[in-house]
T-cell receptor, first 113, second 116 residues
Framework: AQTVTQSQPEMSVQEAETVTLSCTYD???????LFWYKQPPSRQMILVIR??????QNATENRFSVNFQKAAKSFSLKISDSQLGDTAMYFC??????????FGPGTSLSVIP | GAVVSQHPSWVICKSGTSVKIECRSL??????MFWYRQFPKQSLMLMAT?????????EQGVEKDKFLINHASLTLSTLTVTSAHPEDSSFYIC????????????FGPGTRLTVT
């Protein structure tokens, strides 16, 4: 079965510091996409960042950036200058073709004032 | 950006009754929608894939007769929990694909179902 693994169930970071969330995945496809979604206490899923597998350049969105290692099937998320509003569950998600996506188990991130 | 709504956001029903949850894509046409179930502090569990005009595809272990899914139009999919029991209490989330986007799913805000 194709899976997504997040090895850190819980993490915490001091406000204004940097934190990295890990993700590894399994796929047999060559063309796929990877996403990080956050789910704050409101439980609304919010897209944080997206990476196309065919692009070598790592995606960045303001304070959020990824380290995409295709050969290693690794897709980590770095949050810089952490803010209290970053407190949420973070899900690493793999998508491919017009089909279902695979969710990781999630990492609960707490930003400490 | 693409917006998906869900209604109701919170519903309480008695055991044995049925409840319908609506999922709407507000500013795009969604040929494919997904229904998820989420337990507290857990990841999303895909229940079924809903395609407009055709029968839904259910994941293994999901009871088709209990969780009825209808995708009657390009902007509306419904999930009906039939003969609800307390163990059906959960948070249900829908999402929609907005083609030809990069397989990104747009999520609704979710529906909290409590069966008493």
């Amino acid at each position: 079965a194709q899976t997504v693994t997040q090895s850190q169930p819980e993490m915490s970071v001091q406000e204004a510091e940097t934190v990295t969330l890990s993700c590894t995945y399994d796929t047999s496809e060559n063309n796929y996409y990877l996403f990080w979604y956050k789910q704050p206490p409101s439980r609304q899923m919010i897209l944080v960042i997206r990476q196309e597998a065919y692009k070598q350049q790592n995606a960045t969105e303001n304070r959020f950036s990824v380290n995409f290692q295709k050969a290693a099937k690794s897709f980590s998320l770095k949050i810089s200058d952490s803010q209290l509003g970053d407190t949420a569950m973070y899900f690493c998600v793999r998508g491919a073709s017009y089909d279902k996506v695979i969710f990781g188990p999630g990492t609960s991130l707490s930003v400490i004032p | 950006g693409a917006v998906v709504s869900q209604h109701p956001s919170w519903v309480i029903c008695k055991s044995g009754t049925s409840v319908k949850i609506e999922c709407r894509s507000l500013d795009f046409q969604a040929t494919t929608m997904f229904w998820y179930r989420q337990f507290p502090k857990q990841s999303l569990m895909l229940m079924a894939t809903s395609n407009e005009g055709s029968k839904a595809t259910y994941e293994q272990g999901v009871e088709k007769d209990k969780f009825l899914i209808n995708h009657a139009s390009l902007t509306l999919s419904t999930l009906t929990v039939t003969s609800a029991h307390p163990e059906d209490s959960s948070f249900y989330i829908c999402s929609a694909l907005d083609p030809p986007g990069p397989y990104e799913q747009y999520f609704g805000p979710g529906t909290r179902l409590t069966v008493t």
